[in-house]
């Protein structure tokens, strides 16, 4: 009975997980800007989630379930490289531009690479407001609930993101030689 | 305040990114080929009652009948959420985790799972739980409502074993299946000999019936049956679901 338990189990992960499994990168991607870190991020999502299987199973909605344990990944890998990191990026001051410019700035973009790269230089909890609330589609509420913070946070981070996006694609291009793809991945393909 | 306009060109340029980026396909690979080791029982729910655990995983239903096919409609009813199934002569209701029946339950279970003590009642762990009964020749009947899936066409049950045969279990569609198992393994010995169960195989079918569960999804009704004909174990699923 045992073998048959988990055969079903089993099989029902393996579906999840390749449902689940682009969603989850790209969420990856967009969180880190990099392939090869997305591709650990949705690794360590898939062994948490297989952790809690017997109640993810019985969940309506598993695969957003586990982009919350990715976003938590995210955010938990981004403070502890801010913490080792030597030299942080200045995140700190108000960004200065209006919604209009930054709106213009959005509308603007030609090459995506150039905003993933531009999503990577923000501060990693105004980038999980702004992968989640307008990639992932989620109503303030939710977001508020998956980062563990107020709406009223939510809808402040989210507007000094977006501001703080503009701003850099409109003053900072990407240094060059560096990347303006997700990074590469493993195996050297983009 | 964030404007609208702002956040339909947020939404547009995500979306656009998003959809330009492609899983490489030897990332993909590593990531699905690896064994991840799906739990399938919760530990705390599994503190008492090994056979509530085994129902939220959709576990089959091993029946021990007393020999030979039997009349569907002779003995006890059995309720399962809506559903009343009549079991054959000779059986009557009983705890999933009373002997016998717990020799298919419990030993199913590594040991350290299954402490002496547990709030199993403050923890009802399925909604429409398991049922059991057993005969006095030491069969057993397990009943068992899988949890709601979303059936998909690479995956239509998921539930099901893929060796299954499919069968139609009145109007519904069911699968069959006939399995060997064996009923304690080297973890918990100690356990099953506690309860006197002796290890050994044991052949029994199971049957999965998919029934609607809502919104798109559906559920498993498994039932299964040991030295019971394939035909009396559809019989008392299509007349338990019908009535």
Not at chain 2, 37 to 53: D, I, Y
Not at chain 2, 117 to 131: C, E, L, S, Y
Request: glycine share 8%.
């Amino acid at each position: 009975m045992q073998r048959v338990t988990g055969t079903a189990s089993k099989r029902r992960f393996e579906a999840f997980a390749a449902d689940a499994a682009d969603a989850l990168f790209r969420t990856g991607c967009l969180m880190t800007g990099d392939a090869g870190e997305a591709e650990d991020l949705v690794q360590e999502t898939f062994i948490q989630v297989a952790r809690r299987w017997h109640r993810v199973a019985a969940m309506d909605h598993p695969v957003a379930y586990a982009r919350r344990i990715l976003i938590n990944l995210a955010l938990d890998g981004a403070r502890r490289r801010s913490r080792q990191r030597a030299e942080l990026e200045p995140h700190g001051g108000q960004p200065e531009l209006a919604d209009e410019s930054a709106a213009r700035a959005l509308q603007a973009i030609d090459d995506l690479a150039e905003f993933r790269w531009a999503l990577a230089r923000l501060p990693p909890r105004e980038r999980a407001v702004l992968v989640l609330r307008y990639w992932a589609d989620l109503p303030v509420a939710e977001v508020a609930a998956t980062l563990g913070c107020s709406a009223g946070t939510v809808k402040s981070t989210a507007s000094r993101g977006a501001a703080r996006l503009a701003q850099i694609l409109t003053k900072n291009q990407p240094p060059a030689g560096q990347p303006t793809t997700p990074a590469s991945s493993r195996e050297g393909t983009p | 305040m964030i404007t609208d306009e702002l956040e339909n060109e947020l939404r547009s340029v995500f979306a656009r990114s998003a959809e330009s980026i492609a899983i490489p396909q030897q990332a993909r690979r590593r990531l699905l080929q690896r064994d991840y080791h799906p739990k399938t029982v919760n530990r705390r729910l599994a503190a008492g009652l090994a056979a509530a655990a085994i129902a939220a995983a959709g576990i089959a239903v091993p029946l021990t009948a007393g020999g030979g096919s039997q009349p569907a409609t002779a003995g006890p009813v059995m309720r399962l959420a809506s559903y009343t199934f009549r079991l054959p002569a000779g059986y009557k209701l009983a705890a999933a985790t009373s002997p016998p029946c717990h020799a298919f339950v419990v030993t199913a279970l590594p040991a350290s799972l299954v402490p002496p003590h547990g709030p199993v009642a403050q923890n009802p762990p399925h909604d429409a739980g398991m049922k059991a009964a057993a005969s006095a020749s030491g069969g057993c009947i397990l009943a068992v409502l899988a949890p709601p899936y979303t059936p998909t066409t690479a995956m239509p049950d998921p539930e099901a074993p893929a060796a299954a045969h499919p069968v139609r279990v009145g109007r519904y569609h069911g699968a069959i299946i006939h399995s060997r198992i064996f009923v304690t393994d080297i973890r918990n010995r100690r356990q099953a000999a506690r309860h006197g169960i002796t290890p050994g195989w044991s052949s029994f079918t199971q049957l999965y019936v998919q029934l609607p569960a809502g919104g798109g999804k559906m559920r498993d009704l498994v039932i299964g049956a040991k030295q019971l004909s394939d035909s009396a174990l559809i019989q008392i699923a299509a007349n338990g679901l019908s009535s």
